[in-house]
């Protein structure tokens, strides 16, 4: 098993724009492992790179290396630097919260990113750019299901301050970046505000510092 002390310094592939990417950078940051970011634009110079798809045949961003050893989709990329680098453990030793950590992580992945991301950030920033009203009638499934996941994961969060409870995880590390785009729209704002506890672990999470370094352009704090 590599550890810390391993002289290899671990590279993510991607983009500081990116949600994912932001996840794996937290949750190395939170190890405190130094680490290169080397820049794949997917959405830009890098849509459909031959030597990236090599990496990633899905052409999604980020994608991890360590030595010889590469690995995408960012919750076993997280799941790698938790268990391969010293620094505090960004999960439970419990095995029953252990696994509501990565039910609350398929909750994001499934059901929140993209009505959140897409539906609401992207679709409003479209429409902005545009000139355009955005979709209300897309506008207004995407809030409904963007709700739906909220509820879901505030119904399995714990007593706080972390979501699981007394310690920081990746479930924590997973949920910011998304809600990060989500808090730019007025609607993602609305939802936010219907759930006090998650506002409040909201702003708890903008005290950390790798959740400062890694904000991207114009953010809610
Ligand atoms: N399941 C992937 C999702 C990664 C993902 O969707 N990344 C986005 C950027 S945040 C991306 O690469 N999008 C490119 C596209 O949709 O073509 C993971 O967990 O890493």
């Known amino acids: 098993m590599t550890r810390a002390s391993d002289p290899v310094r671990p590279q993510l592939l991607g983009a500081a724009y990116s949600v994912y ?19 794949i634009d997917i ?16 052409g999604r961003i ?11 989709e960012t919750a076993a990329i997280t ?23 990565m039910q609350m992580i398929g909750v994001m992945d499934s059901y ?10 992207v679709a409003s920033d479209e429409a902005a750019k545009s000139g355009k009203p ?13 709700r739906t996941a ?5 119904d399995l969060t714990g007593d706080g301050p972390w979501l699981l409870g007394r310690q920081l995880t990746l479930a924590d590390l997973h949920l910011q970046p998304m809600l990060a785009y989500g808090c730019r729209t007025v609607e993602g704002r609305a939802l936010l505000q219907e759930r006090p ?22 953010e809610l704090t």
């Open 21 to 39: 990417v932001r996840i794996a950078r937290l949750a190395l940051m939170e190890k405190g492992v130094d680490y290169d970011l080397a820049e």
């Open 43 to 58: 959405f830009g110079k890098h849509a459909d790179d031959a030597a990236y798809l090599k990496l990633h045949p899905f």
């Open 62 to 72: 980020p994608t991890f290396r360590h030595g010889d050893f590469t690995l995408y």
């Open 79 to 101: 799941r790698y630097v938790d268990e391969a680098f010293a620094g505090p453990s960004l999960q439970p030793a419990d095995v029953r919260l252990r696994a509501r950590m």
């Open 112 to 121: 929140l990113y993209r009505p959140l991301v897409w539906g609401l950030y």
């Open 134 to 146: 955005a979709d209300a009638a897309a506008l207004s499934v995407a809030m409904a299901k963007s």
């Open 150 to 154: 909220l509820g879901a994961l505030a």
């Open 197 to 218: 506890r998650m506002r409040e672990w909201w702003e708890r999470m903008q005290t950390l510092p790798s959740v400062a370094a890694t904000r991207f352009g114009a």
